[in-house]
């Protein structure tokens, strides 16, 4: 299974989905194609695997693997499979296949090898993802999943504008560490949208809180992830990362404050924890990597199971605001034991995964003497517990009890993914040596050392009396947050305006007097006696009606003709690419 790179089961097994009119072989694809992955990747794949192919005489590396490709592999197939087990319940077959994509394309930008095909599963990883926005069923789902596909479509042009640079300045197609050039800050610029770094966060917490509640933990996996790895391969040790990453750990904790509504605070907090990923890789050690590493591969499974139970309370409900919630938790005791184990985890506590993976980053950063980066880290974690933690599930779950809500029976299926993934949080944090020996460098850190469980436990302890102290005034208020995605959503009925609508009647008018030529040209060469004497009839009728009417006159080609129009754009894009490979 190793000579083939592990996309292609999964966008085999979308396609299969997507054909599929039976819905309980449809679902079982749905989980085995991951867990397929999983088996390739523990026994059929090796560090120094590769598999390359020849393109345009262009040598292109479709799969290669190497520790810190197989660690984020891992955790990317196990994501999938929970993923397919809680959206079990689900009979929409394109939800189905565009999450199987979804997760695929991610798998395929974690083995590429060159950067021509890490843009291609980039710009796919992007499409897919969007319509499990769009899917999402909500008012503001098909506003959001636009917004989305808009920024990241800006985020994968500025990516493969980076890339072209890059050939076009000598730099080899290989996925290796760029330097700091135009090149380099142009694709570090991608990188950082599907990062969300701060400023260019917007989108996550605009639109993942849309997405179905299947679809929303699909999201949470793949996407801030896949860039916390093209960072961690291609910009190790560029140290704007490093207040970049502190950045986004306190600002996704500060606006967790103001949300109201629950999917969207578990939003902000993955902008915060990913900011931990992004720390990590500037100090670009060998022991800040591994903690990227390790604290990618613990958050993708805890925020995987937060948002699982937060789903499992829309779901149940039908209501998604802290004010619209609370007073429920004896009507799914399961669903909030299951949800508060992600909680702990993520608030680092001891024997959860955020207890052994949050703590290497910290420690590398502890190692390079960046003090004022280790307490700004600290206080994130401690804003993480109090809002993930204590915030959410009381404001949620606890509280008067009431009787206006409406609890429906949560999917069985539901809770066996929410079951399996707190076996996994809780089985990482008691033996974290699991996790440490799949990191890409050998690890000497010890996290249950006396001081680091001390000072955790009384940190989370005045943490939680504090909110105990306070919780009546740090209840949701039903207010919209503003964000920087006012930015854009603003300016864009004056972008139609003035950008959109000119360049829509350009293209238009192109397109009409291109398709013209094109139909009198083709009489002319069959017929030239007919040909002329059309055209004299086209000049006479536009003398009579005017250019637009002759216009409208000529008609629309035969579909050759726009075949070979879609021909000729290819041959001129070829051309050029060969000349920059040159």
């Known amino acids: 299974m190793a000579s083939f790179p592990p996309v292609v089961i999964m966008v ?38 590769s598999w390359k192919l020849t393109w ?133 610029g991608g990188f950082a949208i599907n990062a969300a770094v701060v400023p260019l966060h917007a989108w996550l917490s605009d639109a993942y809180p849309e997405a179905g509640v299947a679809g929303s933990v699909f999201l949470s996996a793949f996407t801030t992830k896949t860039a916390v790895y093209v960072l961690a391969r291609g910009f190790a040790g560029w140290e704007i990362l490093i207040f970049l990453g502190v950045i986004m750990a306190l ?11 629950i999917r969207r605070l578990l939003a902000y907090h993955i902008i915060s924890q990913v900011g931990y990923m992004v720390a990590g890789v500037g100090i670009g050690t060998e022991i800040a990597i591994n903690g990227a590493a390790a604290h990618a591969f613990a958050h993708v499974l805890y925020k995987g199971l937060l948002f699982m139970g937060a789903g499992a309370a829309i779901y149940a409900t ?37 207890f052994v993976s949050k703590s290497l980053v910290i420690y590398g950063a502890e190692k390079e003497h960046l003090y004022w980066a280790v307490a700004l880290l600290y206080l994130a974690s401690v804003g993480t517990f109090l809002h993930t933690g204590l915030k959410l599930p009381y404001f949620t779950w606890f509280g008067p009890r009431r009787d206006d809500i409406q609890v429906g029976r949560v999917p069985r299926t539901m809770i066996v993914a929410m079951f399996l993934a707190a076996v996994l949080c809780i089985g990482i944090g008691i033996f ?73 009647a350009t293209f238009t008018c192109f397109e009409v007097l291109v398709n013209g030529i094109a139909r009198r040209l083709s009489v002319l060469a069959n017929t030239p006696a007919a040909g002329w004497s059309g055209l004299l009839r086209l000049t006479s009728y536009a003398q009579r009606n005017g250019a637009e009417a002759a216009l409208s006159f000529l008609g629309r080609p035969p579909v050759g003709f726009a075949l070979a129009a879609v021909l000729l754009t290819f041959a001129v894009v070829i051309l050029v690419a060969q000349a920059l490979v040159r």
Do not use: C
């Not at 449809?26 to 059929?44: C, F, M, N």
């Not at 500060?254 to 509504?261: H, I, P, R």
């Open 251 to 261: 600002y996704g904790v500060v606006f967790a404050v103001l949300e109201n509504d």
């Open 432 to 504: 974290p040596v699991v996790l440490y020996n799949l990191l890409p460098y050998k690890n000497t850190y010890e996290p249950y050392t006396a001081d680091h469980v001390v000072r955790t436990l009384q940190m989370l302890g005045f943490t939680a009396v504090g909110f105990w102290l306070l919780r009546g005034r740090l209840g949701g208020e039903a207010t919209i947050t503003i964000d920087t995605d006012w930015l854009y959503r603003k300016a864009g009925r004056l972008v139609g305006i003035l950008v959109q609508t000119p360049l829509e």
């Open 56 to 188: 345009l005489t262009m040598e292109l590396e479709p799969l290669r693997a190497d520790a810190l490709s197989i660690v984020f592999g891992y955790v990317f197939a196990i994501a999938a499979a929970l993923g397919g087990i809680y959206a079990w319940h689900l009979g929409d077959r394109f939800q189905q296949a565009a999450a199987l994509g979804y997760a695929g394309t991610s798998l395929g930008v974690v083995f590429a090898g060159d950067l021509l095909t890490l843009v291609l599963f980039w710009e796919l990883m992007a499409l897919t993802s969007a319509y499990l926005i769009w899917a999402g069923g909500f008012p503001g789902s098909r506003d959001a999943g636009t917004r989305y596909l808009f920024v990241h479509m800006v985020g994968g042009s500025t990516l493969l504008a980076g890339v072209l640079w890059h050939l076009g300045t000598g730099g080899s197609l290989d996925f290796t560490l760029f330097e700091g050039s135009i090149a380099g800050w142009l694709v570090l």
């Open 318 to 354: 039908g209501r998604r605001t802290l004010t619209a919630l609370g007073g429920i938790a004896h009507r799914m005791p399961t669903v909030v034991v299951l949800y508060m184990v992600g909680a702990f985890a993520i608030s680092a506590f001891p024997l959860f995964s955020g």
């Open 12 to 49: 085999v097994a979308a396609l299969l989905v997507s054909l599929i009119p039976v819905s309980i072989v449809r679902k079982v694809i749905a989980v085995g194609a991951p867990l397929l992955v999983l088996a390739q990747l523990i026994w059929g794949l090796e560090a120094g695997d």
